[in-house]
Every structure is written in C-alpha cells, then in structure tokens.
C-alpha cells in the first residue's frame, strides 16, 4: 500500500504518529511524508538546519524497514498557508505522483490556522487528484530540488486524521493504532528536531506529553501504547481477528 502523510510543519507527522508512520513502514508500505511548509522561521532554526533534522526524523522512522520513508517538501509559505486552487492542485499532483491508496491528516479543528488550512487543501486535493483533463504541476521537492513525475488520475480510497492540535482538549477518535514497541522510535524521531524540542526548554515537555499520551491511548485499547485517528467514512473490516484484544 502507498501511503501519504501530509504535515503543515515538519515534526507534525512525527508527533501526531510517529508511531504509525514507524510500524507501517516496517510492515513493508511505501511511506511519503509530505511537508507542507518548512516549519520556519522558528527562533532557533532556519531551512537548512530544518531540512537535517527532518531527513534525521525519517531515517530514525525507517529503521527497521526494508525501504526507506521518503519525504518532500511542497513549500507553501509558514504561517500564512490559504486554501487556494493553487495549494489543492500543487497537493493533488503529490498524490498522483505518489499514487496513494491512502492518505493521513491533521484533524480539522485545531488553533493552528495552518493546520486548518492544510487539511482542507488535502480533503480537497483527494477529490482533484481523481480529475481527469485538468493539468497538475509535477512535483518538486524543496528540501532536494529533486521532482516526482506524475502518475494517472487516482483517488486514494482511505483518508484518516491523526491528531497534532493545539487545542487544549482530548482527542475523540474513532480508532485507536497499536505502536507497542515503536514509542521509543517515535520520541526519538520527535527528538531529531533539536532546534524545536531540545534546545527550548519550554518545548521539552512537549515530549513527555506525547509519551503520556502514547501510553494513555494504549491503555484504552489494552495494549502498551496507542496513536488516535479519526475517520469521517466508515472502515471496513473483513473480520473481527484484527481487534486489539
């Protein structure tokens, strides 16, 4: 399965399912991890030093797999990301390029107005992504100037939101991911960004809370360490033996 994971920043993904993107790949999917912006300026970064980190992040995420996790950086403006045709079709040519079956996204109601805009753009590049007679840009990634050729018309069958909010309330999913045994990967991936959670020390806790909560979400599904994810569709289930116990 082809997988996009699209980050308003990046660290979002890391955060948000750091776990997930790790077990996925290891279970041999094909992983992208798409950045929508470059996350600066930040008080203790820049690009360069952001793109380090974030090729760091998704070596540590690809660990234990036989393919690598890619990553590309659309580069779309920080801060001021706006729900544009521009954004939707710049994202719906990443997913034709990609051909993702499925694709994962901040859920929709956050304060971060980048987050917002961002998962309106992917909701709305899913539907352009499967248009036929219309002309997308070939991707090009920021972070390598390297480009992605572009695929058939395709509308990936899965979109799920994972939760990186900075809202200050509990997430309600509609299902939770076993990442037993990934946790440390995924803090570890979070750590890579040293500019962000290491060097300010008001950022460290953020850490802890994401540990918290890996261990919180596992206990309500009775495993050691759970992510959140939520889905407006139903999913379909060919039998009950999946179910975390």
Sequence with gaps: MRILVAGPHPDD???????????LAAQGHDVLLLDVTDGEPTPHGDHDTRAKEAAEAARILSKDCEKPIKRLLLGLPNRTVEHTIEAR???????RAWQADMIFTPFFEDAHPDHRAVTRIVEDARFDAKLTKID???PTDAWTGESMPLGDPVYPKWLFYYYATHLRWVANPSFVLDITGQVETKIASIKAYHTQFVLPEKN??????VEASATYF??????EAGEPFFTKEPVGLASLDALAP
């Design 13 to 23: 993904q890391e955060l948000g399912m750091g776990g997930a993107i790790a077990r």
């Design 89 to 95: 079709h710049k994202v719906a040519g990443v997913i």
């Design 136 to 138: 997308m840009p070939t």
């Design 204 to 209: 460290r806790r953020v850490v802890e809370w």
């Design 218 to 223: 596992g206990s309500r599904i009775g495993t």
